[in-house]
Nanobody, 126 residues
Framework: HVQLAESGGGPVQVGGSLRLSCVASVYTDSGYCVAWFRQAPGKEREGVASIDSDGSTAYADSVKGRFTISQDVAKNTLYLEMNSLKPEDTATYYC????????????????????WGQGTQVTVSS
């Protein structure tokens, strides 16, 4: 069983930055994929960024150039650095994990992840 715990959310002004963290127990596995998803009220949960055990990353078009996903295996922690935040980035952000590597075209699909955190709220306002 994989445990995930997000932190770092909060209110931020348009154009500001936040860094989300997720402590994940998946890092003891030799192969895995971890990702950040977000869900705004009334909308479906969407993939934001993913990274796997080889360090390969994938990003949604809406966040490319603004968000950076990274991981510190020694600290069992996944990060999402969010810059140039926009009101449309407002959502609950979830980290997710799968105990295997995933083909890149699946990595931002919510249906392939078995483990989820509880989420952390990000609110971007002017």
């Amino acid at each position: 069983h994989v445990q995930l715990a997000e932190s770092g959310g909060g209110p931020v002004q348009v154009g500001g930055s936040l860094r989300l963290s997720c402590v994940a127990s998946v890092y003891t596995d030799s192969g895995y994929c971890v990702a950040w998803f977000r869900q705004a009220p009334g909308k479906e949960r969407e993939g934001v960024a993913s990274i796997d055990s080889d360090g390969s990353t994938a990003y949604a078009d809406s966040v490319k150039g603004r968000f950076t996903i990274s991981q510190d295996v020694a600290k069992n922690t996944l990060y999402l650095e969010m810059n140039s935040l926009k009101p449309e980035d407002t959502a609950t952000y979830y980290c997710a994990a799968e105990r295997r590597r995933l083909a890149i075209w699946f990595r931002l699909s919510r249906n392939v992840y078995s483990y989820w955190g509880q989420g952390t709220q990000v609110t971007v306002s002017s």
